[in-house]
């Protein structure tokens, strides 16, 4: 399960870069959940594409085995750790100037 | 086929990139900005990439991706989703503050 622990690593180190280290604070906004919940569907569908058709496999044992659209679980949390972490600091460049 | 992978990447391009054209978002014309973002993250992640290919956590059927690799064994497509994938979501959240302008992000002047 090391694709699981890793993933959740990223995600927290993600919510930590948004909540605490920068405070922006994107996860407390409608308009970061509005544009996850368009985000979504898109994911769950090329997440599907990608797995579906073996583009990408995963060794059994680096993962927890619960999947979502033929995708690893994981995979839904790492997209949302990469999205969180861009836009984080999108927002914070943003800020600066 | 080859392009399995790209298709997928391919679609995210076309997916999102229209945001540019209908709704004026802006990101590209803020493609700084949008690097700055995007590769202290996507680097963290190239790098946990590197190692979950290195140990086969996950590995790429090579009839289906184009065979171009760079550094570390990473299929070309990799390094592609690392900017694609952020691009488009940079992208949807500056629609959504295009269409719902009184929620504020948190960068508002």
């Known amino acids: 399960m090391t694709y699981t622990f890793i993933v959740l690593t990223f995600v927290t180190s993600s919510l930590a870069l948004d909540l605490f280290v920068t405070r922006i604070r994107l996860v407390t906004r409608r308009a970061f959940w509005t544009s996850y919940a368009i985000i979504l569907p898109f994911q769950l569908l090329t997440n599907w594409w990608l797995t579906s ?28 750790a990469l999205i969180l972490g861009v ?11 | 086929m080859r392009w399995g992978y790209v298709a997928m990447l391919t679609f995210t391009v076309v997916g999102s990139f229209w945001l540019e054209v209908v709704l004026k978002v802006r990101v590209l014309q803020r493609i700084a900005r949008a690097l700055k973002s995007i590769l202290p993250v996507a680097i963290a992640f190239l790098v946990w990439d590197a190692w979950a290919v290195h140990h086969h956590d996950w590995y790429f059927d090579i009839k289906q991706i184009l065979g171009i690799y760079g550094p570390f064994r990473i299929p070309l497509e990799e390094y592609l989703f690392f900017l694609v994938v952020p691009l488009a979501a940079i992208m949807t959240l500056e629609a959504v503050r295009k269409v719902k302008p009184q929620w504020m992000i948190g960068d508002e002047k």
């Open chain 1, 53 to 80: 058709r073996n583009i990408v496999m995963y060794r059994g044992g680096a993962i927890i085995g619960w999947r979502i659209a033929s995708a690893p679980v994981e995979d839904l949390i790492f997209g949302f």
């Open chain 1, 87 to 97: 836009l984080t600091l999108w927002v914070k460049l943003g800020k600066r100037g």
